[in-house]
């Protein structure tokens, strides 16, 4: 083989031996495509044969069993029995293997895996990696990895410390993994080096820090390598890392080089703005505003994403953006994600514009008919000046008659797709993003990293800090005392349940909304309330919704429909029922619905189960300081309560791990491209691009 000629990891997988159709289509499954996607699939976990326990030791060493990952064990042994049988009561296939290594025995329980029960020999090596728990008949260990380490009466001589762990893709086992690996390392040759020298350090190079990983020397520090923090790892999310970096930072060059439409400021425009101000502007209002008007006649176009805390008043700052392209002879045009929501701003801009609020058109998807038509025809013939809606407007067959900004308010929910459409309608408008939910500053920069950023830091004054409380289900009445007396003083409640998929089969019994409108309705006979779940009809929910802003219903029970935005001074208590099924950002959000006027609010969980976390939301009001704590309980997937909100997919780079050197790679990104990319550099941006799915990043 080292004969044959070395190769640039950009070469195709097929290249390499062994590699049959079926393994083939495996690989390409699993994205992987060249001789670098296949390296750069680090093995999921490293076995540290330096300490295999001794079966004997286990019941000594008085193991507690449990299944975190801290728990896992490693044990090497015989097949010494092998039993195949069905569970009785859910008809599953059960394999027992009994393994014994000289000192005592141990028993390894599959479930759902007939094949082993034939692949497997008595007399057969095993290296087990898994939970132990306690079984009937003492320790077991269920559904644990198993590596073959040869039958009877071969060598039992290891040849390394650390063994790598791949998961398996189809037809691929961790051996046949192994194999390909070693060869495209031994025939890859190592890339030229296009990282920046301040960034690469004293790192190893690409090709050393991949033969590190998938070959660690016996005197590698077996913490470091499963936490992923050696130095080859950090070399690797280093040259992730900067890759995005360096995408988001052309697309933001490419941006500031178009020329963007200039609103010509005056006297009367500041007047005309002033005019429709019901209070003063808070100072941070007041700071966002001037970037955004610096934005908006500079000759740029905007991009900017407008952060704030619920409740600091984003509405006004976008309202005002609105302003200065209306009020200069185009058209702003706001996305809200919900029909309530957009309702909502409706309504607000109704109030904020007065006598001129005939310059507004709302655009619902379900309108009827003549309604949408003639609201189409007034947003073609530039009647109208503020338009506000759902997905309808770029659903729909509208078109601007000369569209210059574009606010998107609770931005996530918004798929870059959507965007991109509603960019196609009108030339080349601003854009004014709003995010719901704080977003920690390494997860702005991974999202929204090609956005100027401004902060609301400041609320609005004459808040109160709502009266959190967590109570256990025991506890639960004093919630509902509480919620009778803001009602009896003329003040509305929320009553918040979480949907249940009938498909989550957790062991806690859970109360439905069903189930809580019966409690309620037990509770507080005759009172005027009002349900609203996510599988209602729009007109309906709207309906229901409406009922309670304006007042005529006095409680509220609903899951997270009206998580985003809903804005009812008037309601001074929520009750969340099983807090701990929602993310701590997610619970802010929610109780950011209350306190909205000038009465004293209160904010209830009511859980039985990590009181730990939810204590956070009793300790801090501050929506960016549990924003980050969420981010680091839950990662960056379940942040965004979806796994599609366009996030970059890292193979070794963790966004909360590595959000210092994100913003290394960033500033250093932004250096290079000012300096000139090298030929190496634009080559790995090539093919990074794809692989991290940049042209998704907004
Ligand atoms: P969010 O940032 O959560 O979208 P909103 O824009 O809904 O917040 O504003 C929250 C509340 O604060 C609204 O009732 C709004 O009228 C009020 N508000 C906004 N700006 C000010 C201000 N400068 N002074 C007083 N109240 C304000
Ligand atoms: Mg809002």
Known sequence: MSSLAPLPLSTQVTVLRGLGPARAAALQDAGIESLGDLLMQLPFRYVDRGCVVGLGDLEMRGFQPGVEDHDLITVLGQVHELRQSTTRIQRMALTEVLLNDGTGTLKLVFFNQPYLGRSLKIGDRLLAFGPLLKGRGGLEMRGPQLEMMGRGGESTEWVRRFLPLYRKLGPITGRVRQKLVDEALLRAHPPEEWL??????????????????????????????????????????????????????????????????????????????????????????????????????????????????????????????????????GQGA???????????????????????????????????????????????????????????????????????????????????????????????????????????????????????????????PGRQPITTK?????????????????????????????AIDPSDETKIKLRDIQAMESLIRARFPGLDLEVVHGRLKPDDMAARMNRFVSGDAKLLLATTVIEVGVDVPNATVMVVDHAERFGLSQ?????????????????????DAETERLRALVETQDGFKIAQKDLEI??????????????????????????????????AAAKAIAEGLSDAQKDWLRREQDRLKLAEVS
């Open 470 to 498: 967590l109570l256990d289900q025991d506890a639960a009445e004093r919630a509902w005392n509480l919620v009778e007396k803001e009602i009896a003083a003329g003040r509305q409640a929320f009553v918040v349940s979480p």
């Open 196 to 329: 920046p020298p301040g960034l690469c350090g004293r790192l190893p190079d690409t090709l050393d820090a991949l033969k590190l990983l998938h070959h660690p020397p016996d005197e590698s520090d077996p913490r470091l390598l499963n936490q992923r923090e050696t130095p080859a790892h950090q070399r690797l999310a280093t040259e992730e890392l900067f890759a995005f970096a360096l995408g988001v930072e052309l697309r933001r060059a490419g941006r500031l080089k178009r020329r963007g439409r200039v609103v010509p400021t005056s006297e009367g425009l500041r007047e005309k703005l002033k005019s429709f101000l019901p209070f003063h502007l808070t100072g941070a209002q007041r700071k966002v505003f001037k970037e955004i008007v610096e934005d908006l006649t500079s000759g740029r176009v905007m991009h900017r994403l407008l952060q704030g805390d619920v409740g600091s008043g984003k509405t006004l700052v976008a309202f005002l953006s609105m302003a200065m392209v209306a009020e200069t002879g």
């Open 587 to 607: 619970l802010h959000q929610l109780r950011g619905r209350v306190g909205r006027g000038a009465h004293r609010s209160f904010f209830v969980m009511i859980s």
């Open 634 to 667: 839950r990662g960056p997937g379940e942040f965004f309560g979806t796994r599609q909100a366009g996030l970059p997919q890292f193979q070794v780079a963790d966004l909360v791990r590595d959000r210092k050197l994100l913003q290394t790679c960033r500033e």
């Open 334 to 460: 706001l996305l809200a994600p919900t029909e309530v929501l957009a309702r909502q701003h409706a309504l607000n801009f109704g109030r904020l514009l007065g006598d001129e609020a005939h310059r507004m058109q709302l655009l619902l998807g379900p309108m009827k008919a003549a309604e949408k038509r003639e609201a189409i025809a007034r947003i073609a013939n530039g009647e109208a000046r503020y338009i506000v809606g759902t997905h309808a407007l770029f659903q729909e067959a509208v078109k601007f008659s000369d569209l210059r900004l574009v606010v998107v308010d609770e931005q996530h929910r918004f798929g870059v797709k959507q965007r991109e459409a509603l960019k196609q309608k009108g030339g080349d408008p601003h854009w004014l993003v709003m995010s719901a939910t704080p977003i920690p500053r390494s997860l702005a920069l991974a999202l929204f990293g090609d956005l100027d950023q401004s902060v609301l830091d400041e609320l609005p």
